[in-house]
C-alpha cells in the first residue's frame, strides 16, 4: 500500500481536535456534529541524516503516484514551516517543529529532500539534536509524518 489515511484536526496539539476528542468546543451546541477532515498522506522511506549547519530529511517512494504526490504538496506548500510527528502504535511520541532553521525542499528522483539549516551555532546544535531523537526513534521502529504548514505532506518508516 502506498498511501495512509490521516485524520488531520489530530495531527495538531493534543486535546484541541474534534469536540469529545479532548477540550470541549466552545459555545452553542449545533444540530450539525463537525465532520472530519481526512487526507491520503503518501507513504514513503524516510531517512533523517546531519548534515553541515543542520539536517536532511529523504523521502522516498516507490511508487511514481506517490512519488508525484510528495513532490507536487511540497512544491504547494514550500516555504512554510516543517515539522515531523513522531508515532508509535498511532500514538504521538515526539513532535519536532524545526522553527528554529530555514527548511526548503528539493526534487528528487524518488521524492523529496527537505533540508533544515541555521547559520547560528546553537540553532545548528538544536536541529543536529532533532535529528539524532527523530532518527533514533524511526530506527527503533516509530512513523514519521513529515509536515508542512500543519499539512502532511509524506508518512513512513526508514
Given at each position: 500500500?502506498?498511501?495512509?489515511?490521516?485524520?488531520?484536526?489530530?495531527?495538531?496539539?493534543?486535546?484541541?481536535?474534534?469536540?469529545?476528542?479532548?477540550?470541549?468546543?466552545?459555545?452553542?451546541?449545533?444540530?450539525?456534529?463537525?465532520?472530519?477532515?481526512?487526507?491520503?498522506?503518501?507513504?514513503?522511506?524516510?531517512?533523517?541524516?546531519?548534515?553541515?549547519?543542520?539536517?536532511?530529511?529523504?523521502?522516498?517512494?516507490?511508487?511514481?503516484?506517490?512519488?508525484?504526490?510528495?513532490?507536487?504538496?511540497?512544491?504547494?506548500?514550500?516555504?512554510?514551516?516543517?515539522?515531523?510527528?513522531?508515532?508509535?502504535?498511532?500514538m504521538m511520541v515526539c513532535t519536532c517543529n524545526l522553527t528554529m532553521g530555514m527548511c526548503k525542499c528539493d526534487m528528487t528522483k524518488d521524492g523529496v529532500c527537505i533540508t533544515c539549516?541555521?547559520?547560528?551555532?546553537?540553532?545548528?546544535?538544536?536541529?543536529?539534536?532533532?535529528?539524532?531523537?527523530?532518527?533514533?526513534?524511526?530506527?527503533?521502529?516509530?512513523?514519521?509524518?513529515?509536515?508542512?504548514?500543519?499539512?502532511?505532506?509524506?508518512?513512513?518508516?526508514?
Amino acid at each position: 500500500m502506498s498511501s495512509v489515511m490521516m485524520e488531520r484536526a489530530g495531527m495538531a496539539m493534543q486535546g484541541m481536535s474534534m469536540p469529545g476528542m479532548g477540550a470541549p468546543m466552545a459555545g452553542p451546541t449545533t444540530a450539525m456534529p463537525g465532520v472530519m477532515n481526512w487526507l491520503m498522506v503518501p507513504r514513503c522511506t524516510l531517512k533523517m541524516e546531519k548534515c553541515t549547519g543542520g539536517m536532511k530529511i529523504n523521502c522516498s517512494c516507490d511508487d511514481k503516484m506517490a512519488c508525484s504526490m510528495v513532490q507536487n504538496l511540497c512544491k504547494m506548500l514550500a516555504g512554510g514551516m516543517c515539522s515531523c510527528c513522531m508515532m508509535m502504535n498511532g500514538m504521538m511520541v515526539c513532535t519536532c517543529n524545526l522553527t528554529m532553521g530555514m527548511c526548503k525542499c528539493d526534487m528528487t528522483k524518488d521524492g523529496v529532500c527537505i533540508t533544515c539549516t541555521s547559520g547560528d551555532s546553537k540553532c545548528c546544535d538544536m536541529i543536529q539534536a532533532c535529528c539524532e531523537c527523530m532518527g533514533c526513534m524511526l530506527d527503533s521502529g516509530c512513523t514519521c509524518c513529515v509536515m508542512m504548514n500543519n499539512t502532511p505532506v509524506c508518512c513512513g518508516c526508514c
